[in-house]
């Protein structure tokens, strides 16, 4: 669906987003994150058609954006996070002058405003003016306009911002819905929003791509934690020979009890492992207290590679 191959931008002497390459597949949708700076709105912006590439390339649908800018932009939606409305408008005329602004053929404007409508739960609230609205009921409209004309692509930026959680619930579970029938890239700073929808992460850092993994992949751990009772030498020299073990950690002791952190290498069982690792304690002669997996969360992920060391 979407190929980026070395998106570069700068402004002036400041490198905004450096060779970044990903690709999207069809239907996914993919979180965006990244500090204050990063290059989020700067890559949305480009994928947009919006801002123009120093160097590199976008294909969307195997069509270059470079060459036919204006095909691609009608099969595109765009919440941007601060949306440009006219507050004195109702709900259905806005939706009406902007299927306008997007080129939908004029006997297609209503049925596309319509469906707009349907899609976000506004048919209450077309008549009322913008203004009228609450935070929540105005991003609605905000993704109302994104997806007329049903694009294939919809960039969303920071789409749950001050919403209530009853509000942030009902926007996450339209996003799915809309998956359905496009390609969604999702920017956002709130990491809990990313483990809720998304399928896979983009983590932006100073401009470069930092990762880019599947979510399921960054949930599989490769660490195990071990506890025992005062364990004899021999279980450590059991531990390290295992061939699923990349490297052993022994902690001090503490209340009687020994504590070993194991990681694993990065194509072993975690299930054959933790077995193995069971029976050493037993060949040791040492008594079994807990074996468990350590799962990193997103946001530990995210801060590890942010972090100065990264």
Do not use: W
């Not at 596309?112 to 349907?118: D, N």
């Not at 609450?134 to 109302?144: C, E, H, P, T």
């Not at 990681?263 to 468990?292: P, W």
Request: hydrophobic share 40%.
């Amino acid at each position: 669906m979407i190929e980026v191959n070395s998106l570069t931008r700068r402004y002036g002497n400041n490198m905004a987003v450096d060779d970044v390459s990903f690709n999207i597949g069809g239907n996914e949708i993919v979180g965006l994150l990244g500090h204050n700076g990063a290059g989020k709105t700067t890559i949305m912006r480009m994928l947009s058609g919006y801002l123009e590439p120093c160097a590199g390339s976008i294909r969307i649908g195997g069509v270059s954006l470079a060459d036919d800018a204006h095909s691609i932009q009608r099969q595109l939606g765009y919440l941007p996070e601060s949306l440009p409305v006219y507050p004195d408008m109702m709900v259905a005329d806005y939706l009406h002058y902007a299927a306008t602004l997007k080129g939908i053929e004029p006997g297609q404007v209503y049925p596309a405003v319509r469906q707009a409508i349907l899609a976000t739960d506004l048919g209450k609230r077309a008549l009322d003016p913008v203004a009228t609205l609450s935070r929540g009921l105005k991003q609605r409209v905000g993704v109302a306009q994104a997806i007329l004309g049903k694009p294939r692509l919809l960039i969303l930026d920071e789409p749950t911002n001050g919403l209530d959680p009853q509000q942030t619930d009902h926007m996450r579970r339209l996003i799915q819905r809309l998956s359905r029938q496009a390609t969604v890239i999702l920017s956002t700073h709130i990491m809990q929003e990313v483990d809720a929808i998304c399928d896979r992460v983009l983590v932006l850092r100073h401009g470069k791509l930092a990762l880019d993994k599947h979510l399921d992949s960054l949930r599989q751990s490769r660490t195990l934690l071990l506890h025992t009772d005062d364990a004899p030498e021999s279980l450590a020299d059991y531990l390290r020979r295992m061939p699923q073990v990349a490297s052993l950690r022994q902690h001090p002791p503490a209340d009687g009890r020994c504590r070993f952190t194991l990681t694993l290498h990065e194509n072993s069982d975690i299930d054959t492992a933790a077995n193995n690792v069971a029976q050493c304690v037993v060949k040791a002669g040492a008594r079994l207290y807990q074996l468990r997996p350590v799962v990193q969360g997103l946001e530990a992920v995210f801060h590890e590679v942010n972090s100065d060391g990264a």
